[in-house]
């Protein structure tokens, strides 16, 4: 079974431009996740969609963070503009409907604001 | 709010040694708790699960520990590895259906030879 792909794997940008990130999960996996994970720490929700709807986008600064999942697959993450704090690395992960079952991450991309 | 605290926040051991990781939680009400693995420039992947009726749950020289009275969880490696070094992550999950996921920071674990 092949694992949650990202792309891209690294990005380095200037502040206030902008950056897109795309995520294909697992096949078969109806939840989607986006995670924002700061150098030494957990990661942390941004938005959560099962299927293409969105369940939780609490924690996404929606000013200028914003992700789609069109047609339940793929999904793009997108910052515009960027800040200096947006250094990051943002995970994916998916995982199937049911209580227990387990998230499958990428490997992530590390986007650097310069 | 859903809290998850871990110590100690970076360890290092001697290759061989035993060591244990600390996870205190404030999830209401509780689903389950994993522990993942995060090796440098990789996604987390899970090391176990436990639910609220167990106590203890091994995978290889992994082995978790749970009390669901004291909200406190641990992950006990025996006999490390080099590639045991990583970042150790506790998650719990509150509720159920969507699951809402509360991440610690994480225990940065060294093996050094």
């Known amino acids: 079974e092949a694992g949650v792909a990202q792309s891209p794997r690294y990005k380095i940008i200037e502040k206030r431009q902008s950056v897109a990130f795309w995520c294909n999960p697992i096949s078969g996996h109806a939840t989607l996740y986006w995670y924002q994970q700061i150098l030494g720490q957990g990661p942390k929700l941004l938005i959560q969609f099962q299927n293409n709807g969105v369940v939780d986008d609490s924690q996404l600064p929606k000013d200028r963070f914003s992700a789609e999942r069109l047609k339940g697959v793929d999904s793009t993450l997108k910052i515009q503009p960027a800040k200096l704090e947006d250094s990051a690395v943002y995970l994916c992960?998916?995982?199937?409907?049911?209580?227990?079952?387990?998230?499958?991450f990428g490997p992530g991309t590390r986007l650097t604001v310069l | 709010k859903n809290q998850v605290e871990q110590s100690p926040q970076s360890l290092i051991i001697l290759e061989g040694k035993n060591c244990t990781l600390q996870?205190?939680?404030?999830?209401?009400?509780?689903?389950?708790l994993r522990w993942y693995k995060q090796d440098t420039g990789r996604g987390p992947v899970s090391l176990t699960i436990m639910t609220f009726s167990e106590n203890t749950k091994s995978n290889g020289r992994y082995t978790a520990t749970l009390d669901a009275d004291t909200k406190q969880s641990s992950l006990h490696i025996t006999a490390s590895q080099l590639s045991d070094s990583a970042s150790y992550i506790c998650?719990?999950?509150?509720?159920?259906?969507?699951?809402?996921?509360?991440f610690g920071k994480g225990t940065m674990l060294l093996v050094s030879p």
């Open positions: 998650v719990v999950s509150a509720g159920s259906g969507y699951s809402t996921l509360t």
């Open positions: 992960a998916s995982r199937r409907t049911g209580d227990y079952n387990e998230q499958f």
């Open positions: 996870c205190n939680y404030t999830v209401s009400p509780f689903s389950n």
